[in-house]
């Protein structure tokens, strides 16, 4: 069965304290590997797609990267405006299914 | 681009009364879109996938008779809660995957808050 963990459950770092966030997965064949970034109230907002180990995939202060058994979510020098839970998901090749395993997530809190 | 939207975005029903929760897909087309369900500080549940033009694949426990999905369109699909309960009461969020694109990643609705009294 497909499994997706993410840690920490919560971090809190201060403005300008970067950090990582992890998500490990088990999977028979990786599609992709998703990460998105959730605010509360909201609908998850698409990050980043990756495929295969060792792609990498930058948007503002954000990195993400992949290797056969995780992926790691970088936060460089965040603001307060980088609070939010965020998802990762992986989908699997075959299995005659489109949908996506997501973890339980991280929430991240930056105070100024 | 890949914007998906929601309506209502939030809705209280009285508890045996029906609601319809509509999700679109403003610039792409999507065969496929999901429909899940969060509880307050809880991850997503997937709670069935929606296929244009075909019946709905349910999750294990999903009531389908209880929660219709229909999706007769390339950018729409309806997600309608049945026989409401205040138990039914969540935050429900739809998502639509590109069809034209190769990839999986799915885009996500604003969300619809239900309350049932």
């Known amino acids: 069965e497909d499994q997706v963990t993410q840690s920490p459950e919560a971090l809190r770092l201060q403005e300008g304290e970067s950090s990582s966030l992890n998500c490990s997965y088990t999977?028979?064949?990786?599609?992709?590997l998703f990460w998105y970034r959730q605010d509360p109230g909201k609908g998850p907002e698409f990050l980043f797609t990756?495929?295969?180990a060792g792609e990498e995939k930058e948007k503002e202060r954000l990195k993400a990267t992949l290797t056969k058994k995780e992926s790691f979510l970088h936060i460089t020098a965040p603001k307060p405006e980088d609070s939010a839970t965020y998802l990762c998901?992986?989908?699997?090749?075959?299995?005659?299914?489109?949908?996506?395993?997501f973890g339980k997530g991280t929430k991240l809190t930056v105070n100024p | 681009g890949a914007v998906v939207s929601q309506h209502p975005s939030r809705v209280i029903c009285k508890s045996g009364t029906s609601v319809k929760i509509e999700c679109r897909s403003l610039?792409?087309?999507?065969?496929?879109m999901f429909w899940y369900r969060q509880f307050p500080k809880k991850s997503l549940m997937l709670m069935a996938t929606?296929?244009?033009?075909?019946?709905?694949?349910?999750e294990q426990g999903v009531e389908k008779d209880k929660f219709l999905i229909n999706h007769a369109s390339l950018t729409l699909s309806t997600l309608t809660v049945t026989s409401a309960h205040p138990e039914d009461s969540s935050f429900y969020i739809c998502?639509?995957?590109?069809?034209?694109?190769?990839?999986?990643?799915?885009?996500f609705g604003p969300g619809t808050r239900l309350t049932v009294t």
């Open positions: 998502s639509a995957r590109d069809s034209q694109r190769g990839s999986y990643e799915q885009y």
């Open positions: 999977v028979s064949g990786l599609r992709g």
């Open positions: 990756l495929y295969s």
């Open positions: 998901a992986v989908k699997r090749v075959g299995g005659g299914s489109e949908k996506l395993v």
């Open positions: 610039d792409f087309q999507a065969t496929t």
């Open positions: 929606s296929n244009e033009g075909s019946k709905a694949t349910y």
